[in-house]
């Protein structure tokens, strides 16, 4: 009887290794087919008409212009005149043309008057923001702050943030929608094909068995493409309307204003420890915006958490456009306020952080043990015993080198999974489930799973997903997938094993318990010459395929994970040029199944770090209430030469793997911008209060300290 | 962003270039016709710059294209496609949109990501930068002319073997970057290649990969002349 708890260690032969993603092969040939890349007969090309204003009354629209440009065969009106749009981008009318330039052309011939409105676009402290505008949360308490503040030896007090960003994925969001009869089919780009599906069938009033999603890869997520969005829908009714499908797609310019935003998070920190590097008290007010939408308190203080504590978040409305989730929600914007906080308060007392890290370890709650050994590890990697010297230690010459660390943590449980498993009677396996590869490399991860089950290559796995027709499973969000599809592959490809061997096990002269399917063979476990090929056991199926089903086990996954992470940078001082020389990112995920494609994670996490830290911004316009850089040349990601050595360690063995499966892909992308910030901050001597740290503030920092500012 | 993204990497060869002038007229079209085609998406800046207007004002003789749809032909991966498009179509969209080729991604759409690079005449060029009509007469390679179905480029295998994707929207941009950044640099160093690929830009991180897959087809492409 096969057992589905994960094999222990001496057994895998596939868990903990590393494999090249099974869907390498057809994206690095171009031949994946991504919902952009989706062509169908009659197609048509669907574009938006956007709102110009941040903050406006739509009075009237008139497409009747519009429906008679060259090549447009549909058009539907998105938004209800009298209501007010919110932001600059919002949808106002979509239309179908033969081509995308005629649709572009008609959108433009599209009459939309507006009542201009009062906005706020600035990421103002909400003592600025008008009381309409500024939604103070509850305050939380812990012990007695203001008593521990008092009596605190060594005092600091300052102000940190991040800025809003967004997520410029590579493919836009963005759908073609197709009907038969009362039927749509949609090839879209989403994290949650499952639910997608689900929101269109509500949206357009159809039943949701009329309605099949499709995504067999997505260019790029992170947490931004969850929903039908308003132009899944939009896309369908023009569909609808022409009697043709309609492919429609964000331009980039709407994707960055509106398709994602990270919220903003700024908080006024006064923090205090003792002389021996004791931390013992904690007072922040912090705000931030996630746009017209209000937002949850943000985990602050952040891991490290003072035994007397107050925190009150407000949450400021604006016309920036609609946050949405970014990997790691809240968690980066508040790792950088606290971690830098904390990194300020050991600079003054002095003391060298990791010491002030290891000092305060247990107040980092269950996982201090994992944080512990991460450090060590990270400090091992970066030599920073060696390499650390006090903040602002003067090198020679302009460019200055310093060190910054900063810890993080995430759940990753995984979310509700549905898998089926069919062995054929040629000895193929199949996988299906209706879940997503963002590029985390799930397809290869279920593949293995299987392969590991019946002691098959994971060649040998023919795996089914991004299709709602699959049994049903979540969105990919929050680190839940992994967790959520390797457990309900295992359990799947466990009951079809165990089915397989009732089925065989006479011809073995065995009960069907003391069979095992290893290398490639159905065997007796005690007796392992009584054996049969993988082909001759499943050929005994006579004509009928065996078919199980299995759900998410949570006796193989778990939750909440640490994390630890240390850079290296020089900053030109003269220029206010940072580079990130070295990372060192020393993560554990519980029991890690491909090696490959975790350290990949961890790897594009410090990557997507460097990028927020140092360049990402969405700039807005206060006079217009426009994004001023809704394009790739002034919305910066970082290109391979502002990418140092980078260097990742993923926590394994005893301690981690008897965990279970934890989800990879936020935790690592958590700690960069307070790593950087703080090595910056050891580099120069002064702290740059915000992300991203561009020169303009490197030098404006470095000006105030030296008390020379220009006016 | 670090500005030590070496621009002469990439090479987009203006349609206004003589070379492209001479392809173009043989196909029925000129320095005029090209910009009063593309006036629409060619600044006037840009193209004084260049030092062209009044060259362009100067030939009026000649045949006008557009703004309607005109016949052209493009020979992609090794063979001729003929096609109608208005004149201001990028070769990209021609692609994408009229012969369904496409492992070119569109993502900035105005030459900055790299996504959408194509070879033309073995140089890497921003195929959302180039238009339609100008690409006539040139030999054009998209990722599908790599390799056949179900083969993969050395390009391609090392991108694979490193792990150099993720989402994989960037990749085919950048296998045609580093496949004609190679010809041209066959035995690049770990800082070659970091500041020779700089056209391209991935959003998921997969720079790690890239890099090592870069320098690994170097080696096999070279053990391959040997």
Redesign the interface.
């Known amino acids: 009887m096969a057992d589905y708890h994960w094999p222990p260690a001496e057994k895998r032969f596939l868990i903990g290794k590393s494999f090249?993603?099974v869907?390498?092969?057809a994206?690095?040939?171009?031949?994946?087919?991504?919902a952009?890349?989706i062509?169908r007969p009659g197609m048509l090309?669907g574009k938006m008409v956007l709102s110009p204003h941040a903050h406006a009354k739509v009075k009237s629209i008139d497409t009747a212009a519009a429906e008679k440009m060259p090549g447009v065969r549909a058009v539907h009106v998105m938004f209800e005149p009298g209501k007010e749009v919110l932001w600059a981008g919002q949808e106002i009318v979509a239309l179908a043309a033969d081509?995308?330039?005629q649709a572009r052309d008609a959108a433009r011939a599209v009459k939309v008057v507006y009542e201009v409105m009062p906005h706020l676009v600035s990421d103002v402290a909400p003592a600025n923001a008008g009381k309409e505008r500024a939604t103070a949360g509850s305050e939380a308490k812990e012990g007695d702050p203001d008593a521990a503040m008092a009596a605190a030896e060594v005092k600091v007090e300052g102000t940190y943030g991040a800025g809003v960003i967004t997520h410029?994925?590579?493919?836009?969001h963005g759908q073609v929608t197709e009907w038969e009869a009362d039927k749509l089919t949609m090839w879209v780009s989403t994290q949650n094909v499952t639910g997608v599906a689900g929101e269109m069938s509500k949206a357009l009033s159809i039943p949701a068995a009329s309605v099949r999603t499709i995504t067999q890869?997505?260019?790029?997520g992170?947490g931004s493409k969850f929903g039908a969005d308003p132009w899944g829908p939009a896309c369908a009714q023009l569909a609808k309307k022409a009697g043709r499908p309609v492919k429609m797609m964000l331009?980039?310019d709407q994707e960055l204003m509106e398709a994602g935003a990270r919220p903003s998070i700024y908080a006024k920190v006064k923090a205090g420890a003792k002389k021996d590097g004791t931390l013992v008290a904690w007072i922040s007010e912090s705000w931030g915006t996630s746009g017209p939408q209000g937002g949850g308190n943000p985990p602050i203080p952040y891991v490290m958490r003072a035994p007397n504590r107050r925190t009150k978040h407000t949450a400021v409305l604006t016309n920036i456009g609609p946050g949405r989730a970014w990997r790691a929600p809240n968690h980066p914007q508040s790792a950088v306020i606290t971690m830098c906080a904390l990194d300020d308060l050991a600079a003054a007392i002095p003391m060298d952080p990791l010491d002030f890290f290891l000092k305060n370890i247990e107040l980092t709650g269950e996982r201090g043990k994992s944080y512990r050994e991460e450090l060590l590890k990270a400090a091992a990697m970066m030599d920073w015993k060696k390499k650390w010297r006090p903040r602002g230690t003067k090198q020679p010459g302009p460019v200055q080198r310093g060190l910054g660390l900063s810890i993080h943590t995430w759940g990753g449980g995984g979310h509700q999974s549905n898998a089926s498993c069919t062995i054929h009677p040629d000895g193929s396996v199949e996988v299906n489930i209706s879940s997503q590869d963002?590029?985390?490399g799930t397809r290869t991860i279920i593949a293995l799973v299987a392969g590991e089950t019946f002691g098959l290559p994971i060649s040998a796995i023919t795996v089914n997903i991004g299709d709602s027709r699959y049994p049903a499973s979540g969105a990919s969000g929050g680190s839940t997938t992994v967790g959520g599809v390797s457990s309900s592959t295992r359990h799947a490809a466990t009951n079809a094993l165990n089915e397989l061997f009732a089925k065989v096990a006479t011809f073995l002269d065995a009960k069907p318990e003391e069979l095992e399917a290893a290398e490639g063979e159905v065997r007796v476990a005690e007796d392992p010459g009584r054996a049969m090929t993988w082909n001759q056991a499943c050929a005994k199926l006579g004509a009928t395929p065996i078919a199980a089903a299995g759900q998410r086990s949570l006796d193989l996954i778990s939750s909440g994970v640490a994390g630890a992470q240390m850079a290296e940078v020089t900053v030109d001082t003269e220029t206010g040029v940072v580079?990130v020389e070295e990372i060192v990112a020393v993560q554990d995920c519980g029991l890690v199944l491909n090696k490959?494609?975790a350290?990949?994670?961890v790897?594009?996490?410090?990557?997507?770090g460097v990028t927020y830290a140092l360049?990402e911004e969405k700039l807005m316009d206060e006079q217009t209430g426009r994004c001023l850089n809704p394009?790739?040349?002034f919305y910066?990601?970082?290109?391979?030469?502002?990418?140092g050595k980078?260097r990742v360690h993923m926590m394994t063995g005893p301690g981690y793997d008897e965990r279970g499966v934890i989800g990879l892909g936020e935790p690592p992308v958590v700690s960069p911008g307070a790593a950087i910030s703080n090595a910056v901050a050891n580099a120069i001597g002064v702290r740059v209060p915000t992300i991203p740290i561009t020169p303009a503030k490197v030098l404006a920092a470095l000006e105030a300290a030296s008390g020379t500012g220009r006016a | 962003m670090s500005d030590e993204r070496d621009p002469a990497s990439r090479v987009v060869p203006r349609p206004d270039s003589p070379e492209a002038d001479a392809s173009a007229d043989s196909k029925g079209f000129s320095r005029r016709s090209f910009l009063k085609g593309a006036g629409i998406t060619v600044s006037a800046g840009v193209i004084a710059a260049e030092g062209l207007l009044e060259t362009a004002t100067a030939a009026t003789d000649t045949k006008v294209a557009g703004p309607g749809a005109v016949p052209i032909t493009l020979k992609i991966n090794g063979t001729e496609h003929t096609l109608e498009v208005e004149p201001r179509v990028t070769l990209l969209d021609a692609l994408r949109d009229h012969l369904d080729i496409t492992g070119a991604k569109k993502v900035c759409d105005r030459a900055v990501c790299g996504a959408c690079t194509v070879l033309l005449d073995g140089k890497a060029v921003y195929s959302c930068n180039v238009l339609a009509i100008a690409a006539q007469g040139h030999e054009i390679t998209t990722i599908e002319g790599l390799a056949a179905e179900g083969q993969l480029s050395p390009v391609s295998a090392a991108f694979v073997l490193h792990d150099a994707q993720q989402c994989g929207f960037c990749t085919p941009g950048f296998v045609m970057a580093v496949t004609a950044y190679l010809k041209q640099h066959p035995n690049p160093s770990y800082e070659e290649v970091t500041a020779g690929l700089g056209g391209n830009l991935c959003r998921c991180g997969t720079y790690m990969g890239v890099r090592e897959a870069a320098l690994d087809a170097a080696k096999r492409l070279s053990a391959g002349r040997a």
């Open positions: 090249s993603r869907d390498g092969p994206k690095s040939s171009g031949r994946a087919k991504y952009y890349d062509n090309y081509t995308e330039d410029c994925c590579l493919e836009a890869y997505m260019g790029g992170f331009e980039r963002l590029g985390t580079r490959k494609t350290e990949s994670q790897y594009g996490a410090l990557i997507m360049y394009d790739m040349e910066k990601l970082a290109g391979l030469a502002d990418i980078f």
